[in-house]
């Protein structure tokens, strides 16, 4: 059975602390993993990782893939009280195509 | 929200009484989901569709069943609802790129209570 885990599940920071998501996989037919992140409503794409090693940067967010060890990190420098959100991984396959299974969530809260 | 609307927003009904509901895309996608979203999971596919007529069981599909005649439409319908099904169901749609990557955009979600 395909599995995503996340962790921590959540984490309480202070406005300008750095903070290290996890997202692990075992899954069959891996293609790529993504990132989302959900504040009160729908889900937002963030990253998408396909080869490892290559890190994707976006501002103060940045995550990086290991398809040898099959996890990724997602790292949040200089933490805002607007980055508090549900974090989300997913992975999706080359068969299946279409298919995407996502872990159950790191609920991130930044306090001022 | 990027050309994807779900109907109703909220709805409460009764156990045991059928529930249908709608996700409408003007994206001209060929892949469209619904997934459900509980406290303490992320979410969790409940089928899926690939084109007109063209859909496939996710991870919790009993108890439901879906349909797609157009391809802007695809409806979520549970026949008989049951307290479990109490949810906040997200309609998703995507286009797999050739990067090899099934980015999805998700409606606003609906909020279903089963009483």
């Known amino acids: 059975e395909d599995k995503v885990v996340q962790s921590p599940l959540s984490l309480v920071v202070h406005e300008g602390d750095t903070v290290t998501l996890n997202c692990s996989y075992e899954?069959?037919?891996?293609?790529?993993l993504l990132w989302y992140k959900q504040e009160k409503k729908a889900p937002t794409f963030l990253f998408m990782l396909t080869s490892s090693g290559i890190e994707k940067k976006s501002g103060r967010l940045s995550s990086i893939l290991d398809k040898k060890e099959l996890f990724s990190i997602l790292n949040i420098t200089a933490t805002q009280t607007g980055d508090s959100a549900v974090y989300l991984c997913?992975?999706?396959?080359?068969?299946?195509?279409?298919?995407?299974?996502f872990g159950d969530g790191t609920t991130l809260t930044v306090k001022p | 929200d990027a050309g994807i609307t779900q109907s109703p927003r909220h709805k409460v009904t009764e156990t045991g009484t059928p529930v249908t509901l709608r996700c409408h895309q003007t994206e001209n996608h060929r892949y469209m989901y619904w997934y459900r979203q509980d406290p303490g999971h992320g979410l969790r596919l409940i089928h899926y569709?690939?084109?007109?007529?063209?859909?496939d069981k996710g991870e919790v599909s009993d108890g439901y069943s879906v349909s797609r005649s157009k391809t802007e439409d695809f409806l979520l319908t549970l026949e008989s609802a049951t307290s479990s099904q109490t949810s906040v169901y997200f309609c998703?749609?995507?286009?797999?790129?050739?990067?090899?990557?099934?980015?999805?955009?998700f409606g606003a979600g609906s909020r279903l209570t089963v009483l």
């Open positions: 997913a992975v999706d396959y080359f068969t299946n195509a279409g298919k995407s299974t």
């Open positions: 569709s690939y084109g007109v007529k063209d859909t």
């Open positions: 998703a749609i995507s286009e797999s790129s050739v990067s090899g990557a099934n980015v999805l955009t």
């Open positions: 899954v069959t037919n891996f293609r790529s």
